[in-house]
């Protein structure tokens, strides 16, 4: 962009729009401001070198642990904790605003605290597992971002808080809920706000929007116990509330992939229709009792879910056309509706299903031709064409009858696609 003004300078004066000397001064006012570019470069290294450092220091110290004694290795210990706060503590002295400083010190430091924690209850014979490892590193982590307002430290935190769930939920204990897990997120989600809402959204942005998206789709599922079915109105509530989220004015992007609220809320709800497309589910469920589905925990979850749906859809609607709003946004909602059919008949719902995902792919393909999007237009092909697929596994036609089936996707696949191009050429 800077080029292309530059450039058009010596025409601009030519036609005295503007002087000799205010053009001078526009051409250094650009040769003098740094580039963007360049400062996201520099961050960039700032954090692979403060990564590369820590891991230098520690291959050096592994390979002579056992001949050192227990006040070298706790001084080894600490060393990078201390030798951390020491430089973060001279850029808050300082009042620097390098992002590319506190992003590396904020780095280097978190690890620093791993590694001191690690050292010390070895030394100490302390016991203790993994889990609880990582509950204390990312407890200690938490005055890092803040304090140091780091970007980095927060991406670090939303990956070790998952990890912490996944390891007491999924991989050790089914029965907990990963309760500090919630606490935690909770915690970040300040950050989250006042750094990018209030301020300029950037890469950053969109990483944390991605990894927020997924640390909390992935660790919903620590409340499947007891009354699994249930949990799928849960994801089926969350997903839609990720939808609603992206329509509004605050969560959205100039691209799509880069809406991690809209990506992975709408493929987590053609997902999941896809997967209750198959009778599976309905089977189990027919044979499921209203008091049944009261007894455990999924049912405040799900309710709670389903309420923060409602809610966003309400304020939306309030202050938008309810026409602007993706369809997929009302998917919990007809989800509920069909859920309590199939307790009585599993078969009607799983038709409903079917015709769910048939108008979610229609609906979309009719937005990607309105906005002449062809990433849009082929998603919902793509989505009929799953479902075509999912039905091949399941139906008694003849392989003639599928075989056209597919040979009809394709043609549309084509077909539309070259009637798109054609009409931006025009």
């Excluded at 056992?66 to 706060?85: H, M, N």
């Excluded at 998952?162 to 500090?180: G, L, R």
């Excluded at 079915?229 to 992007?253: G, H, P």
């Excluded at 990506?263 to 008091?291: A, K, R």
């Amino acid at each position: 962009m800077n080029k292309n003004i530059l450039k058009e300078l010596p025409e601009l004066v030519r036609a005295q729009v503007i002087s000799e000397d205010t053009a001078q001064k526009i051409v250094s006012y650009y040769n003098d401001r740094p580039s963007s570019s360049a400062n996201r470069l520099f961050i960039v290294f700032g954090i692979l070198g403060a990564l590369l450092i820590g891991m230098g220091i520690v291959l050096i110290i592994a390979h002579n642990w056992d001949t050192l004694p227990k006040f070298a290795k706790l001084f080894i210990g600490l060393l990078p904790l201390l030798i951390g706060q020491g430089v973060c503590g001279y850029l808050i002295i300082k009042g620097s605003e390098s992002k590319s400083w506190r992003e590396g010190c904020a780095t280097f430091l978190v690890f620093g605290v791993a590694i001191s924690i690690s050292i010390v209850s070895q030394v100490y014979n302390i016991e203790g597992n993994l889990a609880g490892f990582l509950l204390v590193w990312m407890a200690l982590t938490i005055p890092i971002v803040y304090v140091l307002r780091s970007s980095m430290a927060s991406l670090l935190f939303i990956c070790g808080i998952t990890w912490y769930a996944c390891e007491v939920a999924y991989f050790h204990s089914q029965d907990n809920f990963a309760k500090f897990y919630w606490l935690l997120i909770l915690a970040i989600l300040p950050f989250y706000y006042l750094e990018f809402f209030q301020n300029n959204k950037n890469n950053f942005f969109y990483f944390h929007s991605w990894l927020l998206v997924l640390s909390v789709t992935i660790c919903l599922g620590v409340f499947a116990h007891s009354q699994e079915e249930l949990i799928m109105i849960a994801y089926m509530s969350l997903f839609s509330c990720f939808v609603i989220l992206s329509e509004f004015k605050a969560f959205t992007t100039n691209r799509v992939l880069t809406n991690a609220y809209l990506v992975v809320g709408s493929l987590g709800i053609i997902t999941l229709l896809l997967m209750l497309s198959f009778d599976w589910y309905w089977i189990e469920l027919g044979g499921t009792s209203l008091p049944d589905l009261v007894s455990g925990v999924e049912l405040p979850v799900a309710a709670a879910l389903t309420i923060a749906g409602g809610i966003l859809l309400l304020i939306f609607i309030q202050t938008n056309n309810v026409r602007d709003i993706n369809a997929k946004a009302f998917a919990f909602l007809l989800f509920i509706v069909i859920f309590f059919i199939g307790l009585q008949s599993p078969l009607a719902s799983q038709l409903l299903i079917n015709l769910v995902i048939l108008g979610f792919a229609v609906n979309t393909i009719r937005n990607g031709a309105r906005q002449n999007h062809l990433g849009i237009l082929n998603y919902g092909l793509l989505i009929i064409t799953s479902l075509i697929l999912c039905r091949f596994f399941d139906t008694d036609f003849s392989f003639v009858v599928r075989g056209l089936l597919f040979i009809a996707v394709g043609a549309g696949f084509f077909a539309a696609n070259f009637y798109m191009i054609q009409q931006r050429k025009k």
